[in-house]
């Protein structure tokens, strides 16, 4: 169904809602599964009207659609059967049992078991687990608090829980506006229409007397209003056709959005008559109707389509169907117990938190100096004074330096973690400005022409690479941050000059929004769907908000206070907050309603004066969190009052500046001695592990003992590299921490325990023989000498692994929430379920004719973890991972598949590397091959997708690769990787991004490598030597890409820094393999090894005797081994296993 046909289906939703249309407003809902009313579903849960209850919910969804859906049947159905046990009607219990709850046997038959046993008790509340079951009415209220979540979780009830902010009797308006239209065309209009009939258009007859002169040809200026019509039913006439565009309301920017803007072309129908190109100014004044049919300037479905994109979330007193709130929080969610104090030797202006690596805090400071903390570690990873890149490029800057103090004004990571941009500012005195005085965050000044912004890659744990330097402003930048207008990462900026600009990642200027008259102060890059645009505030107190067009600004209205203000989002993106500071030290908290422009809630609490600008922040999609008064307070988003406020245990400046981590269990907060605080909730607490104090560290040495984090940590432990380099060196590692010459580098003091052990002691390679050395576990039900592990996988929620066999039948294994293992995350400590449906199906891929000693498996995992697809030499198989049994089967050989890949963007689209050579660009929905990749000689052995570079790369068993153009399919390059003397080029190569999506790994029997994507040039190698020189089975990054895990067909397994390729540990085949089984006659050794996804120092091993082992380092240990000096390549006078380089140039090498 199109766009404009489904809002045409919420139109009707309101009209049968405006006319009491009760049961056929609901019925709507159901049918078309548009929107699901909680309001409703609330109502006839709280009634007990099971029936009606599932007969609702099946018009979104199923009971085995997935694990949410199943889920929430579950609860409900349970809820119906422990309600018929305390009536009590046994008969209905068990009828209920049969009919209703039997289907979730086929999942957990243990559970039905027990819930079967419920029957023999007198009060089923004699079950301990039931033993706090109140009355009906209560048990009723917890369950919907569960369902809620449930379904506000269900991918499938995406964009269908909330309903569009329609001003009331909106379709009515539609028709009066279009009888108006037809009114305006006819030749002889009348002064009061007869309207009898919507079923045929609207004509007037002629009049008795001569012709009236038709308005048609008229200009737009002399056509009079026509009058309004009388009303077609119980409501109030319908308004005429034109209506005040209210510069003051965000529903008239979007509304009035241009119909030439790229955004808005998206959303508009063929059919759809354009704009005037002067409607600009138009926004601004009154309209009238056209006269012209081809000067359509009313507001038509496709400007109501944008403005309902991007309208909010609808909150209660704005929509007609409303859903409750539930307090699902509590205070204890908020972080306020500090954990670390950190000392960083300047003022520290701005700070941010990876999107996904929550321990990685990045800082900007007063002089300039920009600082990656692990936060975990309490460890300075990389430290970047400011200097300008390219002094030819900017003389004038360059001959400010010296003179002038640059401070950072704001930090920022990009989406993906991948990008860190910051722009500096060159502070001058009050005597040097003009009149016009700036606090915080902002600085103004005519003494020099323009300001800069700097662009990092974030290549790993202890690197940030010069990426791109833009000459952005004329003054100050004072704000920056990362935007996606169509799909493309940029930056947008804003500046004393009065601008906000956009770039894209190349330095190439997009945009330039102008119109406000006083120098920007804070920018809001935000979206609604498909729909981007920006909110941008200046010190005037103005705010305005533009698309990515060059329209003008689709709104300006007051901010209170009228000074200088930031907006902010709620994480969700459902609701729009501001905080600033007037002149006069008065401060302002408020939530808008974006649909009118309007505050919709002020907060109070503030002190009467501040001495500068409050710094916000929200999080978790219930609180705010504002710096005041030498303290933190707090708000619930719905509450106006102060919910509760922290002084951090003290030494907080007057002004704090803070910053929650993108899960809102830690909060980075200023401190008055040049430094920052950590606080953290119990979430937040264990990510940062208490490392002082453990109790095994009293046995330990006091320089050891003084930072460890436990490998149970959620959240992973970088470990920097501190390293000399000698220019004459043959061995070269990855480019030099922070830019800085490592001779400067090597006196200063050691900053982490890796670096405190080196110095205190030799450097010895970490060599793991014994069981005892690490933890492990063998998954039960894995061992088959039969049939070898071929492909192995973890799931992408971290709680399973699932593995592939030579015979074509893939097994699946869960952890699951218990005491010993309290996050439900895969672990070596704890052993995990072989999971198996009751129905007792195996994922059993096609194998008919084929002969499975020369078949190449493959297997690819949907990011949701509900499907996963592979092929064993016959045809592709599609299960479902909860069930097991298959959905479809496509691509039937021959060719066979041979590689499985997803699109990043479209899970509908995969590549698939075929037996011929070839790779088939499939789309599941449509079942067609899109594209034919033709390249290689040999069969496709690897297949890798980079977002960043817009590129697929694929391998294969000729040992080239390709780079693949994602947008038009086309190649761009291909070159043979370097094998030794007398190689034949053939065995399997693979490839795999690192996290920063630009470098790659490449894997070979004969080595590991490291290219840049984006040349195709070779960084890095290393090839088997020394105790590890058996030819290489398997590699892969670490999550977060720290490691790499290579496994040798020996049984060894190395563990590689993934920035040096030097060795860090060996784990030989004694320390996962029984001495029955390195006696045996039968040879065992890993074939491959995946990574989990979350803890980077826990990998997995499939095994040719069909067993998978999971490997851990000890808890006191933490990781494995510690990075290796490098003197030379000789370390301590034993030669390492050392990585070599290309044959590039230093300066190629350090990029």
Not at 260 to 266: D, E, T, Y
Not at 1015 to 1034: F, G, H, N
Request: with cysteine.
């Amino acid at each position: 169904m199109s766009s404009l046909s489904r809002e045409l289906v919420f139109l009707i939703l309101q009209f049968l809602e405006e006319e009491k249309f009760k049961e056929s407003v609901h019925k709507l809902e159901k049918e078309s599964g548009f929107y699901f009313n909680m309001k409703y579903f609330d109502e006839k849960v709280q009634a007990g009207e099971w029936d009606e209850v599932e007969k609702y919910l099946s018009g979104f969804t199923k009971v085995d659609d997935n694990r949410y859906s199943m889920k929430i049947f579950f609860e409900i159905r349970k809820q119906k059967y422990l309600e018929a046990l305390d009536r009590p009607d046994k008969a209905k219990a068990v009828e209920i049992l049969v009919t209703d709850l039997k289907v979730f046997s086929t999942f957990n038959e243990e559970l039905y078991k027990e819930i079967t046993q419920l029957l023999t008790l007198s009060n089923f509340r004699e079950n301990e687990q039931l033993s706090k079951y109140g009355d009906t009415k209560t048990a009723r209220s917890i369950m919907l608090i569960e369902l809620k979540k449930l379904i506000e979780a269900n991918p499938l009830f995406r964009d269908k829980l909330t309903f569009p902010s329609l001003k009331s009797s909106r379709l009515r308006t539609l028709i009066n506006q279009s009888l108006n239209w037809q009114h305006q065309l006819c030749k002889n209009p009348r002064s009061n229409p007869d309207i009898k009939t919507l079923f045929t258009d609207h004509t007037c007859a002629p009049p008795n007397g001569p012709l009236a002169p038709t308005p048609v040809n008229l200009p737009v200026a002399a056509v009079a209003k026509p009058a309004s019509y009388p009303s077609l039913g119980a409501h109030n006439p319908f308004p005429p056709t034109a209506a005040p565009a209210n510069a003051n309301a965000l529903a008239g920017w979007m509304a009035n959005a241009s119909a030439s803007s790229s955004v808005q072309a998206s959303v508009v129908t063929a059919s759809s008559i354009p704009l005037a190109q002067n409607q600009v100014s138009v926004l601004k004044h009154s309209r009238t109707p056209p006269t012209n049919p081809g000067m359509v300037d009313y507001q038509g479905p496709e400007h109501e389509q944008l403005m309902k994109r991007l309208r909010p979330t609808p909150s209660i007193e704005e929509v007609t169907y409303s859903t409750s709130r539930q307090q699902t929080w509590s205070l204890d969610d908020l972080p306020r117990t500090v954990a670390v104090t950190l000392p960083q030797g300047s003022t520290v202006i701005s700070m941010d938190f990876h999107p996904t690596h929550q321990t990685l805090l990045l800082v900007g400071s007063s002089n300039g100096e920009i600082t990656l903390w692990e936060l975990a570690m309490r460890d300075k990873l990389v430290s970047k004074p400011f200097k300008i890149w390219d002094m030819a490029s900017l003389p004038f800057q360059a001959s400010m330096v010296k003179d002038v103090p640059i401070s950072v004004s704001r930090v920022a990571w990009s989406p993906d973690g991948n990008f860190v941009g910051m722009c500096p500012l060159m502070s001058i005195t009050l005597s040097e400005m003009p009149s016009l005085y700036l606090n915080g965050l902002l600085a103004a000044g005519a003494a020099f022409n323009k300001h800069l912004i700097q662009l990092y890659t974030y290549a790993g744990s202890n690197e940030l690479r010069q990426h791109l330097q833009i000459d952005a402003h004329v003054g100050g930048v004072n704000d920056l941050a990362f935007a996606h207008p169509n799909k493309q990462l940029c930056v947008v900026t804003c500046g004393d000059d009065k601008i906000i600009k956009v770039w894209d990642i190349t330095g190439r200027n997009l945009f330039n929004f102008e119109g406000h008259e006083a120098p920007v102060y804070s920018i809001c890059p935000h979206h609604k769907e498909n729909i981007q645009f920006i909110f941008s505030t200046a010190i005037d107190g103005k705010i305005k908000a533009w698309l990515y067009d060059n329209m003008g600004s689709r709104v300006d209205y007051d901010a209170p206070g009228h000074w200088c203000t930031t907006m902010l989002y709620s994480a969700d993106g459902s609701r729009l907050f501001s905080c600033g500071t007037s002149k006069e030290g008065e401060s302002f908290l408020v939530e808008w309603n974006e649909s009118e422009g309007t505050i919709k809630r002020s907060y109070v609490g503030f002190r009467k004066k501040s001495t500068g600008v409050v710094q916000f922040d929200t999080t978790q999609n219930h609180f705010l969190a504002v710096g005041e008064d030498s303290q933190i307070k707090f708000w619930d988003m719905d509450n106006v009052n102060v919910l509760t406020s922290t002084d951090a245990e003290g030494g907080l400046p007057s002004l704090p500046r803070l910053r929650f981590s993108k899960d809102g269990n830690l909060l980075a907060v200023t401190t008055a001695d040049n430094g920052f605080k950590i606080l953290t909730n119990a979430v937040g607490h264990r990510s940062l592990r208490a490392v002082e104090n453990p109790p095994f560290e009293a046995l330990r040495g006091p320089i050891e003992s003084a930072v460890k984090v436990s490998a149970n940590s959620a959240v992973s432990s970088v470990s920097p590299v501190n390293c000399k380099v000698e220019r004459s060196s043959p061995v070269r590692p990855s480019p030099i921490i922070n830019g800085v010459d490592p001779a400067s580098r090597s006196m200063e003091k050691p900053r982490s325990v890796d670096d405190v052990i080196d110095k205190a002691k030799p450097w010895q390679l970490a060599e793991i023989v014994d069981s005892g050395q690490c933890r492990l576990v063998t998954l039960p039900e894995s061992t088959d000498s039969s049939c070898k592990v071929v492909r192995l996988l973890y799931t992408n929620s971290g709680v399973g692994i699932l593995a592939l066999g030579s015979n074509g039948v893939q097994k699946l294994w869960k952890w699951t929430r218990t005491e010993q293992n309290p996050s439900g995350k895969a672990t070596a400590s704890v052993v995990p379920q072989h999971w198996v449906p009751s129905s007792g199906l195996l994922m059993t891929n096609d194998v008919s004719g084929v002969n499975l000693e020369e078949a190449v498996p493959c297997i690819a995992l949907s990011k949701n973890d509900s499907y996963v697809m592979s092929a064993t030499g016959g045809k592709v198989s599609l299960f479902n991972m909860m069930t097991f049994k298959v959905m479809t089967t496509f691509m039937s050989p021959p060719p066979a598949s041979t590689f499985l890949a997803f699109h990043p963007q479209d899970n509908n689209i995969i590549a698939i590397g075929m037996e011929d050579s070839t790779i088939h660009i499939y789309n599941v929905r449509v079942d067609e091959v899109k594209s034919k990749l033709k390249g290689h000689q040999k069969r496709i052995t690897g297949l890798a997708f980079s977002t960043n570079l817009n590129i697929l790369v694929s391998s294969g068993a000729d040992a080239q690769l390709c780079v693949w153009s994602i947008d038009t399919w086309e190649k761009r390059k291909s070159i043979a990787i370097q094998l030794p003397a007398g190689k034949a080029p053939n065995g399997d190569t693979r490839v795999q991004f690192h996290t920063d999506q630009i470098r790659m790994l490449v894997v070979h029997e004969t080595q590991l490598a490291i290219y840049d994507a984006s040349k195709m040039e070779r960084i890095r190698q290393w090839v088997p030597q020394d105790t590890l020189s058996a030819p290489i089975s398997c590699a892969t990054y670490s999550c977060y890409s720290q490691f790499v895990y290579a496994t040798f067909c020996d049984g060894n397994v190395g563990v590689f820094d993934a920035e040096t390729l030097r060795l860090r540990c060996n784990i030989a085949p004694s320390a996962y393999m029984s001495t029955s089984i390195l006696n045996g006659s039968q040879t065992v050794h890993p074939l491959v090894v995946a990574a989990h996804p979350i803890e980077p120092n826990q990998f997995a091993v499939g095994l040719t005797d069909g067993s998978v082992k999971v490997l851990e380092p000890t808890e006191s240990e933490g990781k494995w081994g510690v990075p290796p000096p490098v003197d030379n390549g000789i370390l301590n006078g034993r030669t390492t296993s050392s990585s070599t380089t290309s044959n590039h140039t230093p300066d190629q090498l350090q990029r």
